[in-house]
T-cell receptor, first 117, second 112 residues
């Protein structure tokens, strides 16, 4: 999993409670991403970060916030969890291309399975 | 209409068969094309990464991109039971921070 860990790996929580998921990387990559994966929808981008304290919204950002205070950690917070946020959450990382104009691959962590009752 | 379309299958083939997996897309700005393999309850694993049109081969895997038709393919030769997984196509526009657009994945089973 390319030096990426996610915690917790499984969580069950109740509607209305706050939840924070953590992504930790040991690759010193600049870019980090949070996706959710749901049946029938595939992977969808929630938020991403292009550096410490630099973040932006993705496709499905409502109800989520993120923070990145260190290169290696990217946190995803559900301020008040809802049943529609039951999903599998994946963190991904990518590096700055070594050659201008070249692509840069995204590598994924093992995922966090979140159930909101 | 989703920007990336992928038949979810399921696809079931015997061991040794040639497997063809495909995606179509609508955005002509996509330049980078990827295939990920995802085993059950695991994270997606990058298999192939290609830029623009053409073929790329890596062992038993060949990725093809036809930008004129907005069509990409992944071929698996001599398929093995260990190839049983969900295969996700993905693509993006720019080279650095570009968001990935994923297909919904095709579930493949290779039976002995």
């Amino acid at each position: 999993d390319a030096g990426i860990t996610q915690s917790p790996r499984h969580k069950v929580t109740e509607t209305g409670t706050p939840v924070t998921l953590r992504c930790h990387q040991t690759e010193n990559h600049r870019y980090m991403y949070w996706y959710r994966q749901d049946p029938g929808h595939g992977l969808r981008l929630i938020h991403y970060s292009y550096g410490v304290k630099d973040t932006d919204k993705g496709e499905v950002s409502d109800g989520y916030s993120v923070s990145r205070s260190k290169t290696e950690d990217f946190l995803l917070t559900l301020e008040s969890a809802t049943s529609s946020q039951t999903s599998v959450y994946f963190c991904a990382i990518s590096s700055v291309p070594r050659v201008p104009g070249a692509g840069n691959e995204q590598f994924f962590g093992p995922g966090t399975r979140l159930t909101v009752l | 209409q989703k920007e990336v379309e992928q038949d979810p299958g399921p696809l079931s083939v015997p061991e040794g068969a040639i497997v063809s997996l495909n995606c179509t897309y609508s955005n002509s700005a996509f330049q980078y094309f990827m295939w990920y393999r995802q085993y059950s309850r695991k994270g997606p694993e990058l298999l192939m990464y290609t830029y623009s049109s053409g073929n790329k081969e890596d062992g038993r895997f060949t990725a093809q991109v036809d930008k004129s038709s907005k069509y990409i393919s992944l071929f698996i030769r001599d398929s093995q039971p260990s190839d049983s997984a969900t295969y996700l196509c993905a693509m993006k526009r720019g080279s650095t921070l570009g968001r990935l657009y994923f297909g919904r994945g095709t579930q493949l089973t290779v039976w002995p």
